[in-house]
């Protein structure tokens, strides 16, 4: 019987990255796709972190842009674990920024990640705990 993998509310640090002149818009904005890709990236390997088996993005919820990042800042993504299903994981995303020239730390963007546990054909499978299966 596998052994079903439990949610935690602890809030960990899974992705630390300076924002760069290549991902900006002309205004020196980031775009928004590269804040939710290393969001999206910071979910996966908190979700990885529960399972062995491989686990695919099915949806992005409740997104939100509070504020912009600008080159020079440092992207900081924290992952909490929010529900742990039969074959799906939902993962709560926080992107703060260190600013480059206060290092002033403040919330930009936040959402849900929900992944779901599949096999080597593709088919969901139910999301054991790391290391019994």
Not at 104 to 131: C, H, K, L, N, S
């Amino acid at each position: 019987m596998a052994q079903e993998a439990q949610p935690s509310t602890e809030r960990e640090l899974v992705i630390r990255v300076v924002a760069m002149l290549a991902d900006a818009n002309p205004d020196g904005d980031m775009f928004g796709g590269w804040v939710l890709s290393q969001m999206d990236l910071g979910a996966w390997i908190q979700a990885r972190k529960l399972t062995s088996h491989r686990v695919v993005t099915v949806a992005i919820d409740q997104i939100v842009f509070h504020k912009p990042v600008y080159v020079g800042d440092c992207l900081l993504v924290y992952a909490t674990t929010d529900r742990i299903g039969r074959t799906s994981i939902a993962i709560q995303i926080e992107a703060l920024v260190e600013r480059k020239e206060s290092l002033a730390t403040e919330t930009v963007t936040e959402g849900r990640f929900v992944f779901v546990a599949i096999d080597e054909a593709r088919q969901p499978i139910p999301v054991t705990r790391r290391g019994t299966t």
